[in-house]
């Protein structure tokens, strides 16, 4: 059975579902150490047998932020600054169904289900390639859809 997971940001703009058969107290909670994700308070998760998707209301509201090794956008709402998702792929991933994305637990409506105590993670130390491969791995399937 899936369960679902919705949220977004704060004004709106920008809608998550979360698919899952998991239960969020199964689901790892992981605080990554980089300095973009413990300076918005970062606690994400994923299941590589779940999917994402991403419903836009307004595309030049939808910001997206590359640092480090440029190889994910970090998803945030232009206008009421949530950080919402983070997607590894390109725009032809997206399309070909092949990206892969991590969502940001903060941004869910029921984030008190997923009560597991954060995971640091830091993965300063990947090459571009070792990050590409976790994130196939063990980020989960992602949709986006604009309204």
């Not at 940001?104 to 590409?132: H, K, M, T, W």
Request: hydrophobic share 35%; aromatic share 6%.
């Amino acid at each position: 059975m899936m369960n679902e997971h919705t949220g977004g940001c704060h004004c709106g703009k920008i809608r998550l579902r979360f698919s899952t058969e998991l239960d969020p107290s199964q689901i790892e909670v992981r605080a990554c150490q980089c300095s973009f994700c413990v300076k918005h308070g970062s606690r994400a998760v994923a299941d590589p047998d779940g999917r994402l998707i991403i419903s836009v209301k307004d595309i030049k509201r939808l910001r997206k932020y590359r640092f480090g090794l440029r190889t994910a956008d970090y998803l945030i709402c232009g206008d009421c600054g949530v950080y919402v998702a983070a997607i590894a792929g390109d725009e032809d991933a997206i399309a070909r169904d092949d990206a892969r994305a991590i969502v940001i637990v903060n941004a869910l409506d029921d984030q008190g289900a997923f009560n597991r105590e954060p995971v640091p993670v830091d993965f300063d130390r990947e090459s571009r390639e070792q990050r590409q491969a976790r994130r196939r791995l063990r980020w989960m399937p992602v949709e986006m859809r604009f309204d």
